[in-house]
């Protein structure tokens, strides 16, 4: 099954032309992790929907001062930052579709979509829609979260991947659209 980019304005009404664009590497991404029925691809497209502002963003907004909670501190310690003031919390911001932050997720999800290290030196990547999506489906296939999404377990999905309910609100009105699209 794949989602197509008239569904995909539906479902994020403020995607415009970014639904043309994200399309076929949001179909690529989801088969390449078994996001492969309507249930799973219902959740995984609502979370991706809060997460990028509806595609309209791939890089985590703020300037260094917002970023700055990302370069010291136990935050930074805990996404694998140095624990220098260098630039780090900048340098490992938020990107990509579900927003992959923090120098060690960077290094996990480059070994698993490129088997080696470039993300470290590369991070802009994510930022193109191929890495945007593929980092997406990454993160939700290595938080098991597919099993949840067969089981409607929206909110444990929401918490894996913000770490609470943040945006709960419109993350469940996307959920609801998205089953209405995609009919699951």
Not at 57 to 71: F, H, Q
Not at 133 to 152: I, K, T, V, Y
Request: proline share 4%; charged share 20%.
């Amino acid at each position: 099954m794949q989602v197509t980019a008239q569904q995909l304005q539906i479902i994020y009404p403020h995607a415009g032309p970014k639904a043309g664009v994200f399309v076929s590497a949001l179909n690529a991404a989801m088969a390449n992790r078994a996001i492969n029925n309507p249930r799973r691809m219902a959740a995984f497209l609502a979370q991706v929907g809060h997460e990028s502002g509806q595609l309209r963003y791939v890089k985590e907004l703020g300037g260094d001062a917002y970023l700055s909670k990302y370069d010291t501190g136990k935050l930074a310690a805990a996404l694998g930052n140095t624990p220098e003031a260098d630039g780090d919390g900048q340098k490992y911001r938020g990107r990509g579709l579900i927003q992959i932050t923090g120098r060690a997720n960077y290094q996990a999800c480059s070994r698993a979509l490129f088997g080696d290290n470039r993300l470290l030196t590369q991070p802009e990547l994510l930022e193109q829609p191929q890495w945007a999506c593929e980092s997406a489906a990454w993160f939700w296939q290595s938080r098991d979260l597919n099993p949840l999404a067969d089981q409607g377990e929206f909110n444990r999905i929401t918490r894996r991947i913000n770490g609470g309910l943040n945006g709960l609100d419109e993350r469940l009105v996307l959920w609801a659209r998205a089953r209405e699209v995609l009919g699951a």
